[in-house]
């Protein structure tokens, strides 16, 4: 039994994260179902345990609780539910793994989950609208993450096309406005609180893309001054001194290439080879 564990998560450990997450959640599901049926048989009360993990408005459970912002994100109602959201989550966090790394993936489902928890939580506690209900109401699902994956590439790379079957190409930027402004319209009907938290988790996706291209930028040029005054240092030093290194001169020229098309154009004008590039001028 040991060795068969081993050799399961030997094979979990060499999948992408995307699939990870993909895996966890669907664990997740079947294991809580299979509790749910185990305590049905044996009339045994689970009910009360397990919503401990989803994430209330209840000021008072949520102090107890203080888990749930995060354990609400892995839990579906239902097969339906968790699927629809996992095949958004691979489809689109495909193209988010192809622009950006893994680290940014982790940091936007799970922050984006917890920031649509938050907002979930204000609103019905501090709306006078919803106020009535914060005492009995929950929400659980990978919703606000997986809005926040969408929202955070379709920021990244606004004008990438998604193809759908029967009806074509669909850039990036008109899926992220549907998916935001079909939230935004149904907070009046049914589910109030899941749109909410699903508004909350682009959120997060939209400031933390616009956060990181400012970031990227004043890194590279913090680092490309820095490179640039020192050379001209070297330069007028001794010829016995200097050693002038061709590869790295050329480099800086291409840096500084970005930087100016940064400055005429702004930073989305960049095409994938120098976004990379300036990327990973950031991280030296």
Known sequence: MKKILFIIIKEFKKKSILHQIIYINFIIFIILNLIKVISFLSEFEIENTINKLYLTTNKDDLISQPWSFFTYIFIHND???????????????????????????????????????????????????????????????????VLAIIIAIATYK?????????????????????????????????????????????FFGYLYIKQLNIRLFNLSFKNI????????KEYHRSKNDYIFNKEK????????????????????????????????????
């Open 158 to 202: 606004p004008n990438y096309n998604i193809f759908f079957q029967f009806i074509g190409n669909i850039k990036l930027k008109y899926i992220a406005i549907i998916c935001v402004l079909l939230d935004l319209i149904n907070i009046p009907e049914k589910n109030t609180g899941g749109h909410i938290t699903h508004l909350g988790g682009a």
């Open 79 to 145: 097969i339906i539910h968790l699927t629809v959201n996992m095949l958004w989550l691979y489809f689109i966090g495909k193209v988010f793994l192809y622009h950006l790394t893994s680290k940014q993936f982790l940091i936007t489902y799970f922050l984006g989950g917890i920031s649509g928890g938050l907002l979930y939580v204000i609103a019905y506690n501090y709306t006078p609208a919803l106020e009535i209900f914060a005492k009995n109401s929950s929400v659980i699902g990978a919703s606000a993450s």
């Open 225 to 232: 001054f820095k490179k640039n005054f020192k050379s001209k």
């Open 249 to 284: 001169a050329e480099h800086s020229k291409k840096i500084d290439k970005i930087l100016e098309k940064i400055s005429n154009s702004g930073y989305d004008s960049l095409n994938k080879e120098e976004k990379n590039l300036l990327f990973k001028e950031s991280n030296k």
